[in-house]
């Protein structure tokens, strides 16, 4: 029979083994936990490093840059003393779809009217609107009826080589016609019908305040003058200025009104959404 001392030593083994067997378990789970938290902690890392990549944690969200509609080019006005500085236009936010009316008033009768189109000549509205906001066009004279049939104004100069400090590039030039006549093939549109607004500039290219309004059709072989709108309302008052005598303006053109066609003041208005209505421009109920 064993002795007392030996069962005391078989005790104290298997307990020294029972307290092994718990640490071991013990530092297992430790492990385990701390594996885990590990992995949550990089995943959090991950998930945090992306989130303040992306901006998530900046104070104001960042705005997506806007995009420029127009640029606006600088032109000399120390170098050109018939220009004007008034600033420029925006060049983001800009509307380029609808229409804006413009209103036109001389002293040749009532107001004459256009709708200036927004989606294919966005920066020529931009400008005239602008320029219309500064009064650049108030007490003006158009200085031309030029022998395109077109009342020219917008140089408050009167020199045909004014405007604002700035330029903008040509839009929506009509294609070339068929035919260098000013009367179109029958069934066929002129580049520039009776009632066109459109831009001019001098040198081509670089628009800045000056503009036509077409009393007559004009069916040139290169048209070069952009189409910006078109007369809603008083062309009639439009032909009779087109119909007044016209003298030299100085450098041998009989261009320049003999009767001094003045702009009184010219306004833009908000934009309208809705298509424009198709059809004739409607004549002044007072003019005469």
Same mark, same amino acid.
């Given at each position: 029979?064993?002795?007392?001392?030996d069962?005391?030593?078989k %005790?104290?083994?298997?307990?020294?083994?029972?307290?092994? #067997?718990?640490?071991a378990?013990a530092?297992?789970r430790?492990?385990?936990?701390? #594996?885990?938290?590990?992995? &949550?902690?990089?995943l959090?890392? =991950?998930?945090?490093?992306?989130a303040?990549a992306?901006?998530?944690?900046?104070?104001?969200?960042?705005?997506?840059?806007?995009?420029?509609?127009?640029?606006?080019t600088?032109q000399?006005?120390?170098?050109?003393?018939?220009?004007?500085?008034v600033?420029?236009?925006?060049?983001?936010?800009?509307?380029?779809?609808?229409?804006?009316?413009?209103?036109?008033?001389?002293?040749?009768?009532?107001?004459i009217? #256009? +709708?200036?189109?927004l989606? *294919?000549?966005?920066?020529?509205?931009? *400008? =005239?609107?602008?320029? #219309?906001?500064?009064?650049?066009?108030?007490?003006?004279?158009?200085?031309? =009826?030029?022998?395109?049939?077109? %009342?020219r104004c917008?140089? !408050?100069?009167?020199?045909?080589?004014?405007?604002?400090?700035?330029?903008?590039?040509?839009?929506?030039?009509?294609?070339?016609?068929? *035919?260098?006549?000013?009367?179109?093939?029958?069934?066929?549109?002129p580049?520039?019908?009776?009632?066109?607004?459109?831009?001019?500039?001098?040198?081509?290219g670089?628009?800045?305040?000056q503009?036509?309004?077409?009393?007559?059709d004009?069916? !040139?072989?290169?048209?070069?003058? !952009?189409? =910006?709108?078109?007369?809603t309302?008083?062309?009639?008052?439009?032909?009779?200025?087109?119909?007044?005598?016209?003298?030299?303006?100085?450098?041998?053109?009989?261009?320049? !009104?003999?009767?001094?066609?003045?702009?009184?003041s010219?306004?833009?208005? +908000?934009?309208? &959404? &809705?298509? *424009?209505?198709?059809?004739?421009?409607?004549?002044?109920p007072?003019?005469?």
């Amino acid at each position: 029979m064993a002795s007392s001392r030996d069962r005391q030593r078989k %005790l104290a083994r298997a307990k020294l083994d029972r307290q092994l #067997a718990r640490r071991a378990a013990a530092a297992k789970r430790r492990r385990q936990i701390q #594996a885990g938290v590990g992995a &949550a902690v990089v995943l959090a890392l =991950i998930v945090v490093g992306s989130a303040w990549a992306l901006g998530a944690f900046d104070s104001t969200p960042e705005k997506k840059a806007a995009e420029d509609v127009c640029l606006w080019t600088p032109q000399d006005a120390g170098a050109n003393t018939n220009l004007r500085d008034v600033g420029t236009p925006d060049t983001t936010g800009l509307p380029t779809s609808g229409t804006r009316p413009m209103t036109v008033t001389t002293n040749q009768g009532a107001p004459i009217t #256009a +709708e200036l189109d927004l989606a *294919s000549a966005p920066c020529a509205a931009a *400008s =005239i609107s602008y320029l #219309a906001g500064k009064s650049f066009y108030d007490n003006t004279k158009c200085h031309e =009826i030029t022998t395109e049939g077109a %009342l020219r104004c917008g140089d !408050p100069s009167g020199t045909g080589i004014g405007g604002p400090a700035y330029s903008f590039y040509d839009e929506n030039v009509p294609t070339a016609a068929p *035919s260098p006549s000013s009367s179109p093939a029958p069934g066929a549109a002129p580049a520039y019908p009776k009632g066109t607004v459109a831009m001019i500039a001098n040198p081509p290219g670089a628009n800045g305040s000056q503009f036509l309004i077409f009393f007559k059709d004009f069916n !040139p072989a290169q048209p070069k003058y !952009p189409v =910006i709108g078109n007369v809603t309302g008083g062309l009639d008052v439009l032909e009779k200025i087109g119909a007044l005598p016209t003298v030299d303006n100085g450098s041998g053109a009989k261009v320049k !009104p003999k009767t001094d066609v003045v702009i009184q003041s010219l306004t833009v208005g +908000e934009v309208d &959404a &809705a298509p *424009s209505a198709t059809g004739p421009p409607a004549a002044s109920p007072s003019a005469g």
